[in-house]
Nanobody, 115 residues
Framework: QVQLVESGGGLVQPGGSLRLSCAASGSIFSINSMGWYRQAPGKQRELVAAITSYGSRNYVGSVKGRFTISRDNAKNTVYLQMNSLKVEDTAVYYC?????????WGQGTQVTVSS
């Protein structure tokens, strides 16, 4: 079973940047499309960015042009570069596959955007 460990969150002012990392165990990582999800207090978890095994990317409209998803299959790691952060980006961020049965969810990493 793949285990996921997210890191890189923190407190940042509006307009700032953060880079999230998701390290995955397991050799099947490289063949899976992976995504970054977020869950704000009182809201459902939403998929904000996805990347296929060969690098094709998609984003939800609210983050398009500000967030960039990437992956390093050799390191079993997915990244999310977040620029021009807004207060509404505040949430716990998770990574997981975007098709099929989810891997066990990691603990997530908290991103707080506040002045």
């Amino acid at each position: 079973q793949v285990q996921l460990v997210e890191s890189g969150g923190g407190l940042v002012q509006p307009g700032g940047s953060l880079r999230l990392s998701c390290a995955a165990s397991g050799s099947i990582f490289s063949i899976n499309s992976m995504g970054w999800y977020r869950q704000a207090p009182g809201k459902q978890r939403e998929l904000v960015a996805a990347i296929t095994s060969y690098g094709s990317r998609n984003y939800v409209g609210s983050v398009k042009g500000r967030f960039t998803i990437s992956r390093d299959n050799a390191k079993n790691t997915v990244y999310l570069q977040m620029n021009s952060l807004k207060v509404e980006d505040t949430a716990v961020y998770y990574c997981n596959r975007v098709a099929g049965v989810y891997f066990d969810w990691g603990q997530g990493t908290q991103v707080t955007v506040s002045s």
